[in-house]
């Protein structure tokens, strides 16, 4: 089992920035894929950026220039940093797992309703206009 715990949501005028963290604790070793996914009111969940193990990384065209996604394996921690946020970005941020050795951050981001093994509780970011 892995447990996921994200922290560094919170509310920001247009423009701002945020730096979400997502600690990993548990089996790591059986994680392949780390991804950040958001779901805003009365829509559907998507897809924002995904890491691999080797660093590999993908970010939803949507967030494309604004945010990146990164790791740090000797703290088991994955970040998205949010750069020129946006309304349009307010949403719960959560982060998830996959168990998949062959996951591809790209499917990770893109396939729509992507079935990742392990979820976090989920981290809110509120973006004022």
């Known amino acids: 089992q892995v447990q996921l715990a994200e922290s560094g949501g919170g509310s920001v005028q247009s423009g701002g920035s945020l730096r979400l963290s997502c600690v990993a604790s548990?089996?790591?070793?059986?994680?392949?894929?780390m991804a950040w996914f958001r779901q805003a009111p009365g829509k559907r969940r998507e897809g924002v950026a995904a890491i691999d193990r080797d660093g590999t990384t993908n970010v939803a065209n949507s967030v494309k220039g604004r945010f990146t996604i990164s790791q740090d394996n000797a703290k088991n921690t994955v970040s998205l940093q949010m750069n020129s946020l946006k309304p349009d970005d307010t949403a719960m941020y959560y982060c998830?797992?996959?168990?998949?050795?062959?996951?591809?951050?790209?499917?990770?981001?893109?396939?729509?309703?992507?079935?990742?093994?392990?979820w976090g509780k989920g981290t809110l970011v509120t973006v004022g206009s």
């Open positions: 548990g089996d790591i070793d059986s994680t392949y894929c």
């Open positions: 998830a797992a996959d168990s998949n050795p062959d996951c591809q951050p790209i499917v990770v981001v893109n396939i729509l309703n992507y079935d990742m093994d392990y």
